[in-house]
């Protein structure tokens, strides 16, 4: 019985491999979809690429902003923070109130000077109106009470008519203007009574104004006394401030000119002792070689003083040498015998004459 051998699918599947997507029938279309979609979203991107930037933008700024302004809201709500500011402020507002103080105090006080005179000047115009008020009162008083005195004299004569009368119509118009008199110049008193009552208070403020006036008067002539006291003052501080500081500058020096001077003196300092080394080991030197030619002169002169006593000694012991003038020789006379002295043996042949010989 034949066996029909199996298909071997182990092996099939191991060397199987499978398509992928774009090897497929449907992969050309993939890939048209796929460009097509790719230039699609470039299109788009490019169109709505100014939006985008635009908001892009937006958003970092309102960013940049939120956190700006969370940080001026946390500086403001810290305490630490508040209390530095107020420390800092507080201290640059008495830097520069001292800056202006230190800088002109004698304008400062005439300053002052000028503010007080002026809040004189705005007192006496109150006391000018004041005093006109016053007596603008005082008039009005005594002209009522003179309308008053007059109505009072204008009832007794109608009293005085009336009584006079014998018709009663006439009568009765005369008690009635009588009346009417009396009512006038009670109303004039009520009045006179009030303006009176305002006079007084008019009155009491006039006087206290005055006395203000004459008070601010002796103020403002002390201050103005004790700034010209303090102006001439400051003057002369001015003066020994600046004559301080010639001698200042004279005396102590400028601390950086001080300091090159320092430099300069060390410099100088150790120059002079280098120059000065200098010439002691020059005149070491000096002293050696003219000691040392103080010594070959005395030997050389020694020397030729031993030589020149031995030439010496050999002239007045050599007869033999004639003299100079005996070796000139003149016509028609004969030249005369040289003066021979004794002389030693001679040497040997050939050693030729002691001068000769003398400096060899």
Request: charge should be negative.
């Amino acid at each position: 019985m034949s066996l029909v051998p199996l298909p071997n699918f182990t092996q099939n599947l191991q060397n199987y491999t499978p398509k992928s997507f774009w090897k497929r029938p449907e992969g050309p279309f993939g890939m048209v979809v796929l460009v097509a979609l790719i230039v699609g979203a470039g299109v788009g991107l490019y169109v709505i690429l100014p939006f985008l930037i635009t908001l892009l933008t937006n958003t970092l700024y309102a960013g940049a902003l939120a956190a700006v302004l969370i940080a001026v809201l946390w500086l403001a709500f810290n305490p630490t923070f508040r209390a530095a500011v107020r420390n800092l402020f507080q201290y640059m507002v008495r830097w520069f109130a001292s800056w202006v103080v230190e800088t002109d105090p004698i304008g400062i006080l005439r300053n002052n000077l000028d503010d007080m005179k002026k809040a004189k000047s705005d007192l006496d115009q109150t006391l000018q109106r004041f005093a006109g008020s016053d007596e603008r009162l005082q008039r009005s008083i005594a002209a009522k009470n003179d309308e008053i005195t007059g109505l009072g004299h204008k009832a007794a004569k109608a009293e005085q008519m009336a009584g006079a009368a014998t018709d009663p119509m006439e009568k009765e118009r005369l008690m009635l203007e009588r009346q009417t008199f009396l009512e006038k110049a009670g109303m004039l008193m009520q009045g006179v009574k009030q303006l009176q009552a305002l006079e007084d208070q008019t009155s009491k403020m006039l006087h206290t104004f005055q006395h203000w006036s004459q008070i601010a008067d002796s103020k403002i002539q002390r201050t103005e006394n004790k700034v010209g006291f303090l102006a001439e003052q400051r003057k002369m501080i001015l003066d020994a401030k600046a004559t301080l500081g010639v001698g200042q500058r004279l005396l102590r020096g400028n601390p950086e000119q001080l300091k090159m001077v320092d430099m300069a003196l060390d410099y100088l300092e150790e120059d002079t002792s280098r120059t000065l080394g200098e010439i002691r080991e020059f005149s070491r030197y000096t002293d050696k070689l003219l000691t040392d030619d103080q010594i070959e002169s005395g030997a050389a002169a020694d020397e030729a003083a031993g030589k020149f006593a031995e030439f010496s000694q050999k002239l007045l012991t050599d007869g033999n040498q004639p003299a100079g003038a005996d070796m000139i020789e003149i016509p028609g006379i004969a030249a005369p015998e040289p003066l021979r002295m004794p002389r030693p043996a001679a040497g040997p042949q050939g050693t030729g004459s002691d001068y000769d010989n003398m400096f060899k």
